[in-house]
């Protein structure tokens, strides 16, 4: 027979450490030494023992702790594990936050203090589930696509939306964004999910453009509104500098003009160069106006 004393077995957890608890609790002054000896059990289980049945005395008969009190606009928000892994993905996918920064931003706000892991973790899981759901949904019924390439952390992402449902079918990151990768992507999209738009938006990529015509030959191409009110603009401030310069050479004539008279110069002359300068004032100012009015409307 061992000389060894044993902890409490399986059978006497429930009573034994009961009676150690309230031994403990009830005299304690008395010997833990000689406690142990009785239960026949080591010295540090006493004291584990006696730990956990203050433990759980308090916890029973400890009134509840009253939450702090609120300011006239606070308000109490319930936030549960959905709660923070939605946060996690929001703070990500649109703000760009990194890992680090998420972890700083969790503590910060819910005072929840999680590993850059488990963040990784929740990232590449609803990832991997919007991927999923995405390849899985029926394209056919999408009439018009917008298509266009961003920009990320140094890597290329095509983005296609539904521009009646506003639904973002196509969110991948790709090694490049020309012409043979788009038409590898249109394609796979079009034989897997359906995708047959009779109307294609995109900005003024040439590689865009190229790989509907090979993908979908009879698809209407066209330049989405940013890019091409963008493009008008640039017109526009053109046609400013234009209007400008003639209202200067005009000022500049009428200065010519009082000097020629002074100095009696010809009259014919000095009206000719007042008149081709106020006409083409006037018709830089009204093509300018025009202009102004166009994208005005658009």
């Keep these: 027979m ?32 000689q406690i142990a000896r009785e239960a026949w059990v080591s010295r540090p289980t006493v004291y584990a023992l006696g730990r956990k049945g203050r433990h759980a005395l ?10 702090p009190p609120l300011s006239a606009d606070g308000f109490w928000l319930w936030v549960d594990c959905g709660a923070l892994k939605r946060a996690i993905v929001a703070l990500r996918a649109i703000t760009g936050a990194t890992h680090a920064m ?37 394209l056919r019924q999408v009439e018009r696509a917008c298509l266009d390439e961003m920009y990320r952390w140094g890597r290329c992402e095509l983005t ?18 020309d012409t043979r990768q788009w038409a590898e992507v249109l394609a796979r999209l079009d ?11 995109s900005d003024g990529a040439s590689a865009i453009a190229k790989a509907v015509g090979e993908v979908w030959p009879e698809a209407r191409h066209s330049h989405d509104i940013n890019h091409a009110r963008r493009a008008l603009d640039k017109v526009r401030h053109q046609a400013d500098e234009i209007a400008y310069r003639a209202i200067a ?20 002359k000095l009206d000719r160069l007042l008149a081709d300068a106020w006409a083409a004032e006037k018709r830089a100012i009204a093509a300018t106006e025009w202009l102004g009015a166009a994208l005005a409307r658009a």
């Design 249 to 268: 050479r005009h000022d500049g004539a009428w200065e010519r003009y009082q000097q020629g008279t002074s100095a009696r110069m010809p009259r014919r």
């Design 2 to 33: 061992s000389a060894r004393r044993k902890d409490l077995s399986t059978s006497d957890l429930p009573a034994g450490r009961i009676q150690i608890s309230a031994k403990i609790i009830a005299f304690p002054a008395n010997n833990r030494a």
């Design 102 to 138: 998420i972890v700083a931003f969790l503590i910060e706000v819910f005072a929840l203090r999680i590993s850059e892991e488990t963040v990784r973790q929740v990232i590449r899981e609803a990832y991997q589930r919007a991927f999923d759901y995405r390849q899985s949904v029926d």
């Design 58 to 67: 308090e916890a029973a008969l400890a009134p509840d702790a009253t939450p």
């Design 160 to 177: 296609g939306v539904d521009a009646a449902s506003l639904f973002i079918f196509l969110a991948e990151k790709q090694p490049r964004c």
């Design 191 to 201: 034989q897997r999910q359906g995708l047959d738009p009779g109307q294609v938006c």
